[in-house]
């Protein structure tokens, strides 16, 4: 009879699983011990730490759209790891997490390390419960198996998110009888599930709607990304003459350089995508939830239900008239509805057209109004370097298809309100839980995911110091990622919030982090001239090797003096 490890890994196989992040520990050692000899078809990549694992997983399932695992022992999984699958659960990212209770095969006598729930130990199962969609407890070798395919199937159906299996020490190198029930079978049966579509009478309201409409807006958000319904969001958006507008988490949905996109709404976003959706009398929003940082906190001078109609598509019904009520709830895969109603709005003849027209025609006028990714002091040479600058030589030096990973704090700021993606599908960020630490271990994902692709992660240096040790992995794999660091010596978002000559807990010890790289074998560089960043930049890809840029900047300038609820700005 086989073991359930055996057949754990001849799951993975099935479901066409290509990585597992981790790091060996408790029972899943025995799992791990059985991917030897596989590489051709599943990846082990080992990490440094179990939060890099997870947000690796969180990174490639975004990318890909489908999970990878990520695999350890319980008690750190369930602690270190916690980062990214929360994350994950957020940001509906696809991942599949195979633990144990490391409970000795002593259950409920006195066990080290066990997480499995009874008197003297910490209760793992209720843990990954709170942050998963799915967490199945397995005390058999066939609950390990079968666990493990429904949390395949979990991870993938409808919303995708994380889904666990924690496994007792006894079920995961336990013998598993395949002639009795319940039976075991292919991994494969369990995903044939054609995505979600609405009703035909459904897409036909839609299609009513935009025909009456005069100024419609479309809003996309990490649905777009998910469902890989880029090409698509565009073409109907070019069909009605509809400006695109992001969501943070949906920027890049449409290249920034289309006549059409409006850039980013929201407190961080473009004063030409909140006029946009302002001024919009119809509303599309595609795979958006609409949190308070998207609606510049429910300003009803960018979103008003009252003067609006929204139509709202979601795989999610809850997400559908969540933060507003809503027109009309289109229910299903984004990409699915969006074919939909590209193929309706062919045989549409609205009596609004020319009006539409008028409405996009003007954007151009509107937008160069409005500043569209523009500042002086993206313009300003200076030392130490003025953030706004260091955005704009990175979009001049980089090539336009690099795909860039953002972390938490100003830096993401600057990145998501300065930066014009110029193609499509080329952002990720961490809009879940929003932890700092989460752009480097992405990026080494990302590169896995995109191989023929530049990769590079922004952080602040405190996000960068958190999960520094990414940079070791990436060594390990040789993935040439580039990684540039806006050094302010500070936790620059916290500092910004506390009054002159009263800053606390929020100022680092001066740090060469292009030297922390170098220790690892990277490239590494620092820079606080503007002047000699282009080279720099070009260098550190040159190398061919893992690459920091670190870019000494000055903490002066503050995003409150353009975000849309500014506390100085004050207006919208």
Same mark, same amino acid.
């Given at each position: 009879?086989?073991?359930?490890?055996?057949?754990?890994?001849?799951?993975?196989?099935?479901?066409?699983?290509?990585?597992?992040?981790?790091?060996? *520990?408790?029972?899943?050692?025995?799992?791990?011990?059985?991917?030897?000899?596989?590489?051709?078809? $599943?990846?082990? $990549?080992?990490?440094?730490?179990?939060?890099?694992?997870?947000?690796?997983?969180?990174?490639?399932?975004?990318?890909?759209?489908?999970?990878?695992?990520?695999?350890?022992?319980?008690?750190?999984?369930?602690?270190?790891?916690?980062?990214?699958?929360?994350?994950?659960?957020?940001?509906?990212?696809?991942?599949?997490?195979?633990?144990?209770?490391?409970?000795?095969?002593?259950?409920?006598?006195?066990?080290?390390?066990?997480?499995?729930?009874?008197?003297?130990?910490?209760?793992?199962?209720?843990?990954?419960?709170?942050?998963?969609?799915?967490?199945?407890?397995?005390?058999?070798?066939?609950?390990?198996?079968?666990?493990?395919?429904?949390?395949?199937?979990?991870?993938?159906?409808?919303?995708?998110?994380?889904?666990?299996?924690?496994?007792?020490?006894?079920?995961?190198?336990?013998?598993?009888?395949?002639?009795?029930?319940?039976?075991?079978?292919?991994?494969?049966?369990?995903?044939?599930?054609?995505?979600?579509?609405?009703?035909?009478?459904?897409?036909?309201?839609?299609?009513?709607?935009?025909?009456?409409?005069?100024?419609?807006?479309?809003?996309?958000?990490?649905?777009?990304?998910?469902?890989?319904?880029?090409?698509?969001?565009?073409?109907?958006?070019?069909?009605?003459?509809?400006?695109?507008?992001?969501?943070?988490?949906?920027?890049?949905?449409?290249?920034?350089?289309?006549?059409?996109?409006?850039?980013?709404?929201?407190?961080?976003?473009?004063?030409?995508?909140?006029?946009?959706?302002?001024?919009?009398?119809?509303?599309? $929003?595609?795979?958006?939830?609409?949190?308070?940082?998207?609606?510049?906190?429910?300003?009803?001078?960018?979103?008003?239900?009252?003067?609006?109609?929204?139509?709202?598509?979601?795989?999610?019904?809850?997400?559908?008239?969540?933060?507003?009520?809503?027109?009309?709830?289109?229910?299903?895969?984004?990409?699915?509805?969006?074919?939909?109603?590209?193929?309706?709005?062919?045989?549409?003849?609205?009596?609004?057209?020319?009006?539409?027209?008028?409405?996009?025609?003007?954007?151009?006028?509107?937008?160069?109004?409005?500043?569209?990714?523009?500042?002086?002091?993206?313009?300003?040479?200076?030392?130490?370097?003025?953030?706004?600058?260091?955005?704009?030589?990175?979009?001049?030096?980089?090539?336009?298809?690099?795909?860039?990973?953002?972390?938490?704090?100003?830096?993401?700021?600057?990145?998501?309100?300065?930066?014009?993606?110029?193609?499509?599908?080329?952002?990720?960020?961490?809009?879940?839980?929003? *932890?700092?630490?989460?752009?480097?271990?992405?990026?080494?994902?990302?590169?896995?995911?995109?191989?023929?692709?530049?990769?590079?992660?922004?952080?602040?240096?405190?996000?960068?110091?958190?999960?520094?040790?990414?940079?070791?992995?990436?060594?390990?794999?040789?993935?040439?990622?580039?990684?540039?660091?806006?050094?302010?010596?500070?936790?620059?978002?916290?500092?910004?919030?506390?009054?002159?000559?009263?800053?606390?807990?929020?100022?680092?010890?001066?740090?060469?982090?292009?030297?922390?790289?170098?220790?690892?074998?990277?490239?590494?560089?620092?820079?606080?001239?503007?002047?000699?960043?282009?080279?720099?930049?070009?260098?550190?890809?040159?190398?061919?090797?893992?690459?920091?840029?670190?870019?000494?900047?000055?903490?002066?300038?503050?995003?409150?003096?353009?975000?849309?609820?500014?506390?100085?700005?004050?207006?919208?």
């Amino acid at each position: 009879m086989p073991t359930a490890s055996e057949l754990i890994v001849q799951a993975l196989e099935e479901a066409g699983i290509e990585y597992v992040f981790g790091i060996p *520990g408790g029972g899943t050692g025995q799992i791990f011990n059985l991917l030897v000899g596989k590489e051709d078809r $599943i990846k082990t $990549i080992l990490v440094r730490h179990e939060q890099a694992a997870a947000i690796m997983a969180d990174a490639y399932g975004r990318a890909t759209g489908k999970p990878a695992a990520i695999m350890g022992q319980g008690l750190f999984i369930g602690s270190n790891a916690a980062f990214g699958i929360m994350e994950s659960l957020l940001s509906s990212s696809p991942m599949v997490v195979l633990t144990d209770t490391s409970d000795g095969g002593q259950a409920q006598h006195p066990a080290n390390q066990s997480g499995a729930g009874e008197y003297g130990s910490v209760d793992l199962p209720a843990m990954f419960k709170a942050m998963t969609k799915y967490t199945s407890l397995a005390a058999s070798p066939k609950e390990a198996v079968i666990g493990t395919q429904l949390a395949i199937k979990h991870a993938t159906s409808g919303r995708p998110g994380p889904a666990c299996v924690v496994m007792r020490s006894a079920a995961i190198g336990g013998q598993v009888d395949l002639e009795s029930p319940p039976f075991v079978h292919p991994t494969t049966g369990y995903l044939n599930t054609a995505k979600p579509q609405s009703s035909p009478q459904d897409i036909q309201r839609a299609i009513d709607i935009l025909s009456q409409s005069r100024r419609p807006v479309l809003v996309a958000g990490n649905g777009v990304h998910l469902s890989k319904s880029h090409a698509l969001l565009q073409q109907l958006a070019e069909q009605w003459n509809m400006p695109v507008a992001t969501s943070y988490k949906g920027k890049s949905a449409i290249a920034e350089t289309h006549p059409l996109a409006v850039g980013m709404v929201g407190v961080y976003g473009q004063q030409a995508a909140n006029r946009a959706v302002g001024d919009a009398d119809t509303v599309v $929003i595609v795979g958006a939830k609409l949190t308070p940082q998207d609606t510049v906190r429910e300003n009803p001078s960018v979103f008003d239900p009252r003067r609006q109609r929204i139509i709202q598509i979601d795989i999610d019904d809850r997400n559908a008239g969540w933060t507003f009520p809503i027109e009309l709830g289109l229910i299903g895969d984004a990409g699915a509805i969006l074919s939909q109603l590209v193929e309706a709005s062919r045989a549409a003849t609205p009596a609004s057209a020319r009006q539409r027209r008028e409405w996009a025609n003007g954007l151009a006028q509107r937008k160069s109004q409005d500043h569209f990714y523009d500042d002086p002091a993206m313009h300003r040479d200076s030392s130490p370097v003025l953030p706004q600058r260091l955005v704009h030589l990175l979009q001049q030096t980089l090539d336009p298809s690099t795909v860039f990973a953002l972390d938490a704090g100003n830096n993401r700021t600057w990145m998501a309100h300065f930066f014009k993606a110029a193609q499509a599908n080329t952002f990720f960020s961490p809009g879940g839980t929003a *932890g700092m630490g989460w752009s480097l271990p992405a990026a080494v994902a990302l590169k896995l995911a995109r191989p023929d692709r530049p990769v590079a992660a922004v952080s602040g240096d405190g996000g960068y110091m958190m999960t520094v040790h990414a940079l070791s992995t990436a060594m390990q794999y040789q993935l040439p990622i580039l990684c540039v660091v806006f050094n302010d010596g500070a936790l620059g978002m916290v500092r910004h919030h506390q009054a002159p000559g009263r800053y606390i807990a929020s100022e680092f010890a001066p740090t060469d982090n292009a030297a922390v790289a170098r220790g690892f074998g990277a490239f590494g560089v620092q820079v606080s001239d503007s002047r000699h960043l282009p080279d720099a930049l070009r260098q550190a890809v040159a190398s061919g090797l893992p690459a920091v840029v670190d870019v000494v900047i000055d903490r002066g300038p503050n995003p409150d003096d353009w975000r849309a609820d500014a506390r100085r700005a004050g207006e919208t």
